[in-house]
């Protein structure tokens, strides 16, 4: 009887699939360059551990995050901070490097995870605001840039933490001076292909891919005709190891022990980067398109599937928006898409190792370059130079993540965020109309002294003191004792809180009941009256 | 809706042509910069007058084979290697005059002679010499290399191999690296730079040249460490280092060690002060400090290298370790701005202070 009545349902469900198919399809395309790019020009990390974030981090968020649109994946600040935390610790690409990728990831996790499990200490993300997130943004994309150079000319990656703007500077210069020529030309390939295809509305999704496929295009020529030993392309290569799944342990021994102890605050960095950026995603997906769904789903969602993950040999995972914005806007509606996109992606790597193998990293390190760019977006920004504050959180931000390495910047950005949010709460709004104080904002302790400085100077130019706080959003014990001191002063008068066409109302209300009251007391006064005679 | 679509066709247009433009643009730079360093590395080398004498010493020409007259003489036998192409020789050269002119004073074309290795340290007098004595190669009187004077030929046959002092497997081009940070807490020139595969062509050289064997630690190699027990025992003392430093030290680096220039030249490099940027390098009192005691052990005071004692030498080195200079990258902000003051406030306080000493010894009367 039952699969009669799924056989009865498969017309409806088939053309649902299909599309669905479709969309996992594109996004599944447009992960699968991102992915390698991310591991092996980021995280230093061999090309399958991006591929696996693609495949086992979308579909483990895909399962544990209740949104219809929520996306996870391999995401490029978190790959970028693991190739930063862990390049003074180990060689990249090692056998330790790995295992201590693995750890970093599985603490992370953990940390992530104490977010879930102390509600207040999730609460303490909806504190960080859009331009700290798009300060944090911004600077990282300027970093992807310029840490993507040296692989872009094909030079050896420096051992050394490439940060500072200066050296930077000196990495642009080594592309001009020293750059492997047929790197630049590869590199320079993909970077314009990709462009001239993103102006075309119908290649617009695929355009990375379009570009990587020119640039290796190029690449097979090079080696045709000039040899791969006199252009000495580094390419992806050695896909061998993947498969359905590799499983693979983190590092924790007692030699390792130290290291792992100095990538603790790297640790700490990596995980709020990607709840940073899951709890803002979600927020601005939330108000897109009208619907809700609590952060913190995302965020268990992010710890869980980073717990795993590092037992599976993958990048760790959170929301991007981008994708998150792809798979509604070509009209996916539920967690199948970023499901399908997975096991989509699983065979292309399964069926398409040869072709992702012969990949030229120049190649990749212009994909990098291109999402630092596309992560640097004026329509973003925009807004936050409208208002001092925002203005100022911005640069702040920005500057700390151009200046300070990510460590620094996430510390910047949660006392920012932390700051702003109280200053904002401790500076209302107050203004003085003849006698009447009208207080937009919160009565508290921290806004006190504002509130007070404003009503001295009104008692002295005025006399007495209409105080309207109907407008308060918030009243705390220190400023119920301040109020009724206030009121002791018999200056001091208090405006109703309700508004003008209620208090309206009201007053008519009083007035006929106290019409009917004086009526009544007259009639019972007449009665007495006439009893008394 | 369809005049809007038509007005960004050409909107379209213009930005990819934009874009191209920009990114051609770059490469064409890039061809330049290019065509600029290939007609250097083409072009025959004008060797500092030091250079001219060692090379030509050691027999350097464009050969099949390659005789060490030095060999000849101090072992009597005749070791051929393989010889240098004209192309190996020039590198050779330029690798030489980097070391003994790392910011091409004594150069016709200035900076771009060396690679442009202005750019990655700090301060215009940093030069390699001023470790790497004598180019690297540093003698005795007897003509035998001298113990503990970061022989460049020594440190390329230790080429990958365990670093002690970073705990690293470390190629010559990552030890390179390591004296741009430390040693002039500037910053590193990729290691495809000309700038670093010049030094360890002629790194390569001297190993021949000297008959150094690949993986042998020799005793010109970096610097011998004078650890406490190799001393009287009596703590290390600034005092005693300042004492011992004015009398055997301030002739050359000046009373308060801020180096002798001569005419844009020079002559003995600032051991603190503004210009000596070495605080990474073991020149802070903050660090356990047995590597600079070795140094001036071995290679102090020039021509009476020897001569002074290791109580001596750990007194001078923790003397200097205290004096101001710009911090490097491990010290972090506060350290920097504390030395920048001390800079600022200890010469004349040193002066006036050692007025007052002299006026003292002058009338002990008063």
């Known amino acids: 009887m039952s699969s009669l009545a799924f056989l009865r349902a498969l017309p409806g469900v088939l053309p649902a699939l299909r599309g669905n198919l479709l969309i996992g399809l594109t996004l599944a395309v447009v992960t699968l360059p991102q992915a390698i790019a991310f591991s092996t020009t980021l995280a230093g990390l061999p090309p399958h551990f991006g591929i696996y974030a693609a495949i086992w981090g979308v579909l483990f968020t895909a399962l544990l995050n209740p949104s219809r649109v929520f996306s996870g994946g391999p995401n490029t600040t978190m790959s970028a901070a693991i190739g930063v935390i862990l390049l003074p610790v180990a060689p990249q690409f090692g056998a330790d490097y790995i295992g201590y990728a693995m750890t970093l990831i599985l603490i992370a996790g953990m940390i992530q995870m104490l977010f879930v499990i102390i509600r207040p200490l999730g609460r303490m993300l909806d504190l960080i605001n859009e331009p700290i997130i798009n300060g944090l943004i911004c600077g990282i994309g300027l970093f992807l840039i310029f840490k993507s150079l040296t692989g872009f000319a094909g030079l050896p990656i420096n051992t050394q933490v490439e940060w500072p703007l200066w050296i930077a500077w000196q990495s642009f210069m080594a592309v001009l001076e020293i750059g492997n020529l047929y790197a630049i030309e590869i590199g320079l390939i993909t970077l314009i292909t990709s462009l001239v295809a993103r102006q075309i509305r119908a290649l617009r999704n695929w355009a990375i891919l379009i570009g990587v496929a020119a640039g290796t295009a190029y690449s097979e020529y090079l080696n045709a005709t000039v040899g791969l030993q006199n252009t000495m392309i580094e390419q992806i290569a050695n896909l061998s190891s993947v498969g359905f799944v590799l499983p693979s342990l983190p590092l924790f021994n007692q030699e390792a022990m130290s290291d792992i102890i100095s990538i603790l605050p790297g640790a700490v960095t990596l995980a709020l980067l990607g709840l940073f950026q899951t709890v803002a995603a979600m927020r601005r997906m939330n108000r897109k398109i009208g619907s809700y769904t609590d952060s913190r789903k995302g965020i268990f969602a992010d710890a869980v599937s980073n717990c795993l993950l590092p037992f599976l040999s993958s990048l760790p995972t959170c929301a991007s928006f981008n994708r998150m914005w792809l798979v509604y806007s070509l009209g996916g509606q539920s967690r199948w898409t970023s499901a399908i996109s997975a096991l989509i992606l699983l065979l292309m790597v399964l069926f398409l190792a040869p072709l992702i193998a012969i990949i030229p990293m120049p190649a990749m390190a212009a994909v990098i370059m291109l999402l630092g760019a596309n992560m640097i977006n004026w329509e973003d920004i925009k807004p936050h130079f409208r208002n001092r504050g925002e203005t100022v959180v911005f640069l702040a931000s920005f500057l700390s993540v151009v200046f300070l390495d990510l460590f620094g910047a996430v510390v910047v950005g949660s006392v920012l965020a932390i700051g702003y949010s109280k200053w904002e709460q401790a500076h209302p709004k107050i203004s003085l109309r003849g006698n009447v104080l009208k207080i937009r904002g919160n009565v508290y302790y921290a806004s006190l002294p504002v509130i007070e400085s404003m009503y001295h100077t009104a008692i002295e130019r005025e006399g007495s003191v209409v105080i309207d706080f109907s407008e308060c959003y918030y009243i705390d014990q220190e400023g119920i004792r301040w109020l009724a001191a206030a009121k002791a002063g018999q200056k001091v008068a208090f405006a109703d809180r309700r508004k003008s066409d209620d208090r309206r109302e009201l007053e008519r209300r009083a007035a006929a009941d106290q019409k009917r009251k004086s009526g009544r007391r007259r009639g019972r006064t007449d009665r007495r009256q006439r009893s008394q005679f | ?366």
């Open chain 2, 1 to 366: 809706m369809e005049a809007k679509s038509v007005s960004a066709v050409p909107a379209k247009l213009m930005k990819i042509a934009l874009i191209v433009g920009a990114l051609c643009g770059l490469y064409l730079m890039a061809l330049s910069s290019h065509a600029e360093r290939d007609q250097l590395r083409k072009a025959s080398v004008d060797l500092t007058p030091n250079c001219k004498a060692k090379l030509e010493g050691y027999g350097l020409v464009a050969a099949e084979h390659y005789r060490s007259p030095y060999v000849q003489a101090v072992n009597g036998v005749d070791s051929t290697v393989r010889g240098y192409s004209e192309q190996d020789v020039r590198s050779i050269q330029r690798g030489c005059n980097i070391v003994d002119d790392l910011q091409g004073q004594l150069a016709k074309r200035g900076a771009r002679e060396r690679w442009n290795a202005d750019r990655f340290v700090r301060g215009t007098y940093t030069t390699c010499i001023h470790c790497h004595q004598s180019g690297g190669d540093k003698h005795d009187t007897a003509g035998k290399p001298v113990s503990g004077s970061n022989n460049l030929g020594a440190s390329w046959v230790m080429a990958d191999m365990y670093d002690r002092f970073s705990g690293l497997i470390m190629s010559h081009e990552l030890r390179q690296m390591q004296c741009y940070i430390n040693a002039s807490n500037g910053f590193k020139p990729n290691s495809a730079d000309d700038l670093i595969r010049d030094v360890t062509a002629y790194s390569r050289f001297l190993s021949a040249a000297l008959d150094q064997k690949m993986g042998q630690r020799y005793a010109e190699q970096g610097l011998d460490e004078i650890p406490f027990s190799a001393t009287r025992r009596r703590g290390d003392d600034y005092v005693r280092g300042a004492h011992v430093y004015r009398e055997k030290c301030a002739n050359c680096h000046g009373p308060q060690a801020l180096g002798m220039v001569v005419q844009g030249k020079v002559l003995y490099p600032a051991l603190a002060g503004p210009q000596s940027f070495t605080m990474d390098s073991r020149m802070y009192f903050g660090t356990l400090n047995s590597l600079m005691p070795g140094f001036i052990c071995r290679n102090m005071p020039l021509g009476a290298e020897g001569s002074l004692d290791n109580q001596d030498c750990r007194d001078i080195a923790y003397y200097l370790g205290t004096l101001p200079r710009p911090a490097g990258d491990r010290q972090g902000p506060l350290v920097a701005a504390w030395q920048q003051v001390m800079m600022g406030v200890m010469p004349p306080l040193t002066r006036y202070a050692e007025s007052l000493g002299r006026n003292h010894t002058e009338h002990p009367g008063d």
